[in-house]
């Protein structure tokens, strides 16, 4: 199946700096990618929809001005959690639909495990 | 109501057995469904992926989708320790291609 590659898999920061994770479709173009914030032994929160080219759909609840999505080109999207605090020690996963045929699967990356400290 | 309704488990079977997984749900306008298997701390890998009704088989997994019942059910055969995992369903409609609506997922334990 199609490949979403995600890095860095695991991070660590200190509390009030920034951290970047970069989304990638490896061997397909997703115009449009997911990103979803995931605790222990619950199931997934979609946090936003990132659109190539324009500004991210933010699901209720979300801050954009905390978590800073950005989709420049068809293959690649960031997240970056601006100002990290302890409370946003997550699982982060992105996800992207395959667009090269009608079927239209969704495809996760393997998921950034981000602890603030 | 949730519109995905799965139970969390967890299942435990013996090495070999048949596993059967369900979701059910509320919206009878969702036409696509998929089933991801999630290992502790990695993202869901998509195992299955079928569109409207009937059967669908890869290897030992067979995914069913009954929408007169608005249920969908993932066998596997002959479980494997391996398949140790959170099973999610997942589902969308025709008609809002990138909304999806996910189960909670079902935690699997195979003994060996």
């Known amino acids: 199946g199609a490949v979403v590659s995600q890095h860095p898999s695991r991070v660590i920061c200190k509390s009030g700096t920034s951290v970047k994770i970069e989304c990638r479709s490896l061997?397909?173009?997703?115009?449009?990618m997911f990103w979803y914030r995931q605790f222990p032994k619950q199931s997934l929160m979609l946090m936003a929809t990132s659109n190539e080219g324009s500004k991210a759909t933010y699901e209720q609840g979300v801050e954009k001005d905390k978590f800073l999505i950005n989709h420049a080109s068809l293959t690649l999207s960031t997240l970056t959690v601006t100002s990290a605090h302890p409370e946003d020690s997550s699982f982060y996963i992105c996800s992207a639909r395959y667009t090269g045929g009608m079927t239209g699967e969704l495809f996760f990356g393997e998921g950034s495990r981000l602890t603030v400290l | 109501q949730k519109e995905v309704e799965q139970d969390p488990g967890p299942l435990s079977v013996p090495e070999g057995a048949i596993v059967s997984l369900n979701c059910t749900y509320s919206?009878?306008?969702?036409?696509?469904f998929m089933w991801y298997r999630q290992y502790s701390r990695k993202g869901p890998e998509l195992l299955m992926y079928?569109?409207?009704?009937g059967n669908k088989e890869d290897g030992r997994f067979t995914a069913q989708v009954d929408k007169s019942s608005k249920y969908i059910s993932l066998f596997i055969r002959d479980s494997q320790p391996s398949d140790s995992a959170t099973y999610l369903c997942a589902m969308s409609r025709l008609t809002n291609f990138n909304k999806f609506y996910f189960g909670s997922g079902t935690k699997l334990n195979v003994k060996p």
């Open positions: 079928t569109y409207s009704s």
């Open positions: 919206n009878s306008a969702f036409q696509y």
């Open positions: 061997d397909f173009q997703a115009t449009t």
